[in-house]
């Protein structure tokens, strides 16, 4: 297989570098100046994308182009309609994401219950409606380059804290900047916060899905700024029937869109229902190589799946996957990066197993004069993954290999895994969400 990978910060180095370890041919375009080292030494490059589509159109049904940001739906519509084998999302999946309310219409379009969403486009307006309507709020950017570390989840039931916010982001960005200022207010609710996902070939979703539980905060014990994404438990096991009543009423949008790739839909659970909250239309970061531990067939055989109608199926292991994100700071900022962990070695113990060092999923690393040190913009250094029949062997298998695994001023959550095992768990299964088959 050839594959041509397009983004703006190489975000599926991993999985470039596992398909030339396989024997394929693979070519990169990193748009972000400030990325050009990720993976450099390890997985080649090419300045110019579309020069390289003669490569990729020579090479027929073996030919692949791979995209990894929800913001070049346009582009690959275009290269599909010209005959191309794309893997990434669509404009539509584009939207879906970057566009909050766009997304919520679309979810009660196919059947779903949303939680009241109001879209502003200045921190005044949205003021005025607070003091009008006190409560407590979520605040989320529109746009698919949107910060996550600039999202709020408000505290307080009368909302002082939310205003309080909004009130110290005007005076900052004084609202010279559209783009500062295009955001919604999402009513808070109550509950267990679970994803579901899986990948869409264009026609149809593949199965199984899956079920992932997200650790976005910095800290242990969920303290501190919104980072994306710190560490996850996935298992394609038993997400049938909370997929039925969620993502998988997608569908029909996706076909017509054209849609082709991973797409994963938030959600928060509680007695009372599934409460959508927004899309990943793109693969996830670290989501993908969390996955990758517990899929039975390479890259290589998922992306051909992915671009062939008549597939229906991805092989999988049963049980869990846990995830652990490690980084160098100053994560999950950039400010001060190339003067704290920029060229940083990575270290593996001394005897650590072939196994360990597959369950390590690189980010922003590059190959220095032989050595494999940090790169970047951010100090990602990659997640560890391990692989479990439950939720605690999973735990184990992903620390252990983190311990292997040395680079100076390492940081990671200990305790990723631990709310499920504390009863997340116990109540997805008594509100009836966690099973095969039926409805909720």
């Known amino acids: 297989m050839k594959v041509l990978g397009i983004g703006e910060t190489c975000d599926l180095g991993d999985m470039y570098w596992r398909l030339l370890r396989a024997g394929h041919e693979v070519r990169v375009y990193i748009e972000d100046p400030g990325f050009h080292d990720v993976f450099a030494g390890i997985v080649p490059r090419t300045e110019d994308w579309e020069a390289e589509l003669d490569w990729i159109r020579a090479a027929g049904s073996e030919g692949m182009v791979v995209f990894e940001s929800a913001a070049k739906g346009d582009w690959q519509d275009a290269l599909r309609k010209d005959g191309y084998s794309v893997v990434g999302g669509s404009l539509y999946g584009d939207r879906l994401e970057s566009d909050r309310e766009f997304g919520q219409a679309a979810l009660r379009e196919a059947g779903l219950r949303t939680a009241p969403t109001r879209e502003f486009r200045s921190f005044d307006a949205a003021l005025k409606f607070l003091n009008e309507q006190p409560g407590r709020y979520v605040f989320k950017s529109n746009g698919a380059h949107a910060l996550r570390t600039r999202n709020y989840i408000g505290q307080l039931d ?17 609202a010279e900047d559209p783009s500062d200022t295009d955001f919604v207010l999402m009513d808070h609710v109550e509950g267990v ?30 303290i501190g700024e919104l980072t ?4 996850t438990i996935v298992s394609y096991e038993a997400a049938s029937r909370m997929f039925a009543n969620s993502l998988g009423l997608m569908a029909d949008q996706l076909r017509a869109a054209g849609h082709c790739g991973y797409i994963n839909l938030n959600m928060m659970a509680n007695s009372e229902g599934l409460w959508p909250l927004e899309f990943t239309s793109r693969f996830g970061y670290p989501g993908f190589a969390i996955c990758n531990a517990l899929h039975e067939e390479d890259w290589a055989s998922i992306l051909r799946k992915m671009v062939d109608p008549r597939s229906t199926t991805i092989r999988t292991r049963p049980g869990f996957a846990c995830g652990v994100v490690l980084t160098v700071p100053p994560f999950p900022y950039r400010y001060g990066y190339a003067e704290l962990s920029k060229g940083l070695p990575v270290t593996f113990r001394k005897g650590t197993s072939s196994a360990h060092k597959d369950a390590l999923h690189f ?6 004069r032989g050595r494999l040190v940090s790169g970047g913009q951010s100090g990602y250094i990659g997640v560890a993954t391990g692989t479990g029949l439950d939720v605690p062997e999973a735990r184990r298998a992903a620390y252990a290999a983190v311990q292997d695994v040395y680079v100076p001023n390492m940081r990671y959550r200990d305790d990723i895994g631990l709310r499920l095992m504390n009863g997340e768990m116990d109540k997805l299964r008594s509100w009836g969400y966690l099973g095969e088959s039926g409805t909720t």
């Open 193 to 222: 916060e679970v994803g579901i996902g899986a990948y869409f070939n264009g026609e149809r979703f593949l199965a199984p899905p899956l079920v992932d539980w997200e650790h976005k905060r910095f800290f242990p014990g969920d």
């Open 228 to 231: 994306g994404e710190m560490g």
């Open 158 to 174: 009368d909302g002082a804290d939310l205003v309080a916010f909004l009130e110290s982001q005007g005076e900052k960005t004084g």
């Open 363 to 368: 980010g922003e690393v590059t190959k220095l």
